[in-house]
C-alpha cells in the first residue's frame, strides 16, 4: 500500500535557527497537505499543494512539491517557540477521493 | 467556522464492553467524515471513510465488525467500539471535510480511550 515517509522524525533546534521537515511517498499524488499538531491537539490544516513543483509561502514556512509530485518540504526560517509540534505531510492519490494517507510525521522543539 | 467536536474527550472502560464516540460537525454540513486512530507520538492512521447515508469504507486491516461506524446526518458521526480489549486503548480522532471539491480536513480534538 501507499507509505508516506518522513525525515526527521526528530529536530531540536535553538530558537532563530532554521528547520526543515522532508516528506517522501511511495506512490504519485494527486495533491499533498501540511498539518501541525501541538502537544496534546490535534491537527490544524496549514496548505494544500497541487501542481507540480509548486511553491507556496506563509510567513516564516516555505512548501515546496516535487517535480515529480512524489514528495514536498516544509521549511521553517527563523524559527520561533510558537513553531513547537509535529508536522504531518498528507498525501492523496487519483482516484482516492478526499482520503489521505498521513506521513510518520517531523516533531519539532525549539529551545531558547 | 469549521468546529468538528467529539465526544467524550476521554472514557475508561472494562474489557468486554463497548463505546461510542461522537463526531460533529458544529457549524457546517460535513458531507465526508473520517476515523483517525493515533498512537503515542505516531501518525494518523486512516481506519474508515464516513459518507452521509452509505456505509463507512473500512481500511484494510480495520475490523468493520469490531469498529462500528454510522453516519446518520450530515452533521454527526458515531465510531463504537464493540467487545473492546486493552489494545484497543488509543487516541481516536475524527474529521470532516465541508463537500464536493473541499479539500481541506477539520479535526475533532479526539477521544482518549484506555480499556482496563
Known amino acids: 500500500g501507499q507509505q508516506v515517509m518522513q525525515i526527521p522524525q526528530y529536530q531540536h533546534v535553538q530558537e532563530g535557527e532554521d528547520f526543515t521537515t522532508y516528506c517522501n511517498s511511495s506512490?504519485?499524488?494527486?495533491?499533498i497537505q501540511w498539518y501541525k499538531q501541538r502537544p496534546g491537539g490535534h491537527p490544524v490544516f496549514l496548505i494544500q499543494?497541487?501542481?507540480?513543483?509548486e511553491v507556496k509561502k506563509q510567513k516564516r514556512l516555505t512548501f515546496q512539491f516535487g517535480e515529480a509530485k512524489k514528495n514536498s518540504s516544509l521549511h521553517i526560517t527563523a524559527t520561533q517557540t510558537t513553531d513547537v509540534g509535529t508536522y504531518f505531510c498528507?498525501?492523496?492519490?487519483?482516484?482516492?477521493?478526499?482520503?489521505?494517507?498521513f506521513g510518520t510525521g517531523t516533531q519539532l522543539k525549539v529551545e531558547l | 467556522g469549521a468546529v468538528v467536536s467529539q465526544h467524550p474527550s476521554w472514557v475508561i472502560c472494562k474489557s468486554g464492553t463497548s463505546v461510542k464516540i461522537e463526531c460533529r460537525s458544529l457549524?457546517?454540513?460535513?458531507?465526508?467524515m473520517f476515523w483517525y486512530r493515533q498512537f503515542p507520538k505516531q501518525s494518523l492512521m486512516l481506519m474508515a471513510t464516513s459518507n452521509e447515508g452509505s456505509k463507512a469504507t473500512y481500511e484494510q486491516g480495520v475490523e468493520k465488525d469490531k469498529f462500528l461506524i454510522n453516519h446518520a446526518s450530515l452533521t454527526l458521526s458515531t465510531l463504537t467500539v464493540t467487545s473492546a480489549h486493552p489494545e484497543d486503548s488509543s487516541f481516536y480522532i475524527c474529521?470532516?471535510?465541508?463537500?464536493?471539491?473541499?479539500?481541506?480536513?477539520?479535526f475533532g480534538p479526539g477521544t482518549r480511550l484506555t480499556v482496563t
Open positions: 498528507a498525501g492523496r492519490v487519483t482516484g482516492g477521493g478526499n482520503k489521505l494517507t
Open positions: 506512490t504519485t499524488l494527486s495533491n
Open positions: 457549524d457546517f454540513q460535513a458531507t465526508t
Open positions: 499543494l497541487v501542481k507540480s513543483g
Open positions: 474529521s470532516a471535510t465541508r463537500g464536493t471539491g473541499s479539500y481541506e480536513q477539520y
